[in-house]
């Protein structure tokens, strides 16, 4: 199917779910309510004529100026061949969404991720913890706004320049 | 770590009681590939859990691509996945050329898949022979390591380093085929073909090898698929797919070379041997698209003219390109200037070692160090 095709499918479905539709992007990509996440892709994994058996890669990107972080999975049906990228923003001050754990297995360790270095909580996550950062760990690291800390447990993070 | 929510009692039949270990393995130990840590629940010699802790080797490669700008990123990518650096060239080549529309000389595509082709052999004899040696055969590591060092020297020979090769360029490659390379590619070649039977003589069927691996940590297709599993650990379930031939890029659909899969020959399918059976497989089908590179590469440039400060327009990209360790998405979002806004890498060893604590439960603490080595994880590209 092609993204026009697969996103009309979706519209006849979850119609009130989606807010925007750009297929003339690289890769053409759905925006969601990112409270509908978990029906929206319940849809598309379950439904047979879509069949996203695979979720290839979930990012989250900070996007400090339009101030939401943007939560971007890019999906790949096995059985089909097609592919399609759904994208929800968050609030930044509040990053919040259900997980989509339950659809996908790979989501477990991809969303860690995100919530490790963006900070977005994925409600009803059966794990969520850091996954690449220490535990006790101020701030997340992948935010635009993020300033390193002087040191860590009494080590200094500065270094004088080599290019002096 | 927080192991909250793992614990479980042990109630024996006769009344006795008995305590489960939490055993620590790593994040130094010579099995592990890299550093990395698992807790281990164990009752006995059988496990309940294996939780990797990850993150020791955690570079924030991501946060540097936003800070060093689109060329100047391409040394990082060697060390995403260190052991086949030159996949990670090409993904994220790809990647910023998918951005900025920028097309690739024709010979350029073919140093490439040359080069990407004969790292992978590199990978896969790094993975078998550290597989072995796991699991307690120490001569054919070095027989392995002994090729290894061979294609290293051809890798020396292109671009210089034998192991972070730095080697691809945005638009090509940076430096062509020195002369005589086919030559040279195609007498290793000829020397290495017979040595893949060799492999299977001497490892592959041997009879303590294969009971070690046999029927160990089976994945069925569909739970592979879901939890994302790629390249040789999702072929070894019998599932015949490979980006190369199926999402075609680059100049492999004009190649002609077979997907070998797992079939369960000794065991379960989708068990550890079937994961290792296709890399010695793939070894043969890499050779069999180098040769065919190297007969039909054309002359020309071997890198297209491309802007120093790279300004793809705004929008984002995504491509998978399939290395070693199977499908890697490189996806990067450009906000118009000349750094990366955000760049994200999923790997294939990501995935893998996601799926190792549901795979550890229940299995003997050996086989958590077959289980780790024939799902070939590399910790760095874990972490990155």
């Given at each position: 199917m092609s993204p026009t095709e697969i996103h009309q499918r979706l519209q006849d479905q979850h119609g009130d779910a989606i807010t925007a539709f750009e297929a003339?992007?690289?890769d053409p990509f759905v925006l969601i309510k990112s409270d509908s996440i978990v029906e929206v892709c319940r849809f598309l994994h379950d439904d047979p004529d879509l069949?996203?058996?695979?979720?290839t890669n979930m990012s989250g990107v900070d996007f400090l100026k339009e101030d939401y972080i943007q939560v971007v999975l890019h999906l790949y049906s096995y059985t089909h061949r097609h592919a399609i990228v759904v994208k929800a923003n968050v609030s930044r001050e509040e990053p919040s969404m259900p997980s989509v754990e339950a659809v996908w297995k790979a989501a477990n360790w991809l969303e860690r991720e995100i919530y490790d270095l963006l900070g977005v909580v994925f409600t009803g996550h059966s794990d969520l913890r850091r996954l690449?950062?220490?535990?006790?760990?101020?701030?997340?690291?992948?935010?635009?706004?993020f300033v390193e800390p002087e040191e860590y447990h009494g080590i200094s993070t500065r270094r004088e320049s080599l290019l002096k | 770590m927080s192991l909250a929510g793992y614990e479980f009692e042990v109630q024996r039949d006769d009344g006795l009681a008995t305590e489960e270990m939490t055993l620590n393995m790593g994040p130094q130990h010579p099995s592990t590939h890299g550093v990395l840590r698992f807790v281990v629940k164990a009752d006995g010699e059988i496990m309940r859990t294996a939780l990797p802790d990850i993150g020791y080797l955690h570079r924030s490669i991501e946060k540097i691509s936003e800070k060093v700008g689109y060329h100047g990123f391409m040394p990082y990518t060697d060390r995403v996945d260190y052991v086949s650096a030159m996949q990670c060239n090409q993904g994220w080549a790809m990647v910023c050329e998918r951005a900025a529309g920028i097309e690739v000389p024709r010979r350029g595509e073919f140093c490439r898949i040359i080069a990407c082709e004969l790292g992978r052999i590199a990978s896969h004899l790094l993975s078998v022979g550290t597989m072995v040696m796991d699991i307690g055969g120490m001569t054919p590591f070095t027989h392995a390591i002994r090729e290894r060092e061979k294609v290293n020297n051809l890798l020396e020979d292109l671009c210089g380093a034998r192991l972070t090769f730095n080697y691809m360029r945005i638009g090509g490659v940076a430096w062509d085929l020195p002369p005589g390379y086919a030559e040279q590619v195609t007498a290793f070649l000829d020397q290495f073909e017979p040595l893949i039977a060799e492999y299977n003589d001497l490892i592959s069927y041997n009879k303590i090898y294969v009971e070690r691996l046999a029927n160990v940590a089976a994945v069925s297709k569909e739970e592979a698929i879901n939890y994302n599993l790629v390249g040789p650990n999702l072929r070894g379930c019998g599932f015949q797919y490979d980006v190369r031939r199926d999402e075609p890029y680059s100049i492999y659909p004009e190649l002609d070379f077979d997907v070998p899969v797992g079939t369960g020959e000794v065991g379960t399918l989708g068990d550890c041997f079937d994961r290792y059976i296709v890399r010695i497989k793939e070894l043969k089908e890499s050779c069999k698209i180098v040769r065919q590179c190297l007969d039909m590469i054309p002359d020309g440039p071997v890198l297209a003219r491309v802007a120093k400060k790279l300004k793809p327009p705004v929008g984002d990209a995504h491509v998978r390109v399939e290395a070693s360790r199977g499908d890697m998405g490189w996806y990067v979002v450009s906000d118009?200037?000349?750094?990366?806004y955000r760049t994200k890498i999923r790997t294939g060893s990501f995935s893998a070692m996601s799926i190792v604590d549901k795979l550890s439960r229940g299995i003997m603490i050996a086989d958590l160090i077959a289980l780790i080595a024939s799902l070939d994880v590399v910790a760095p590209e874990v972490d990155r």
């Open positions: 003339d992007a690289l069949a996203f058996d695979c979720l690449l950062m220490p535990e006790d760990w101020v701030g997340h690291p992948l935010r635009k706004d | 118009g200037s000349e750094f990366p």
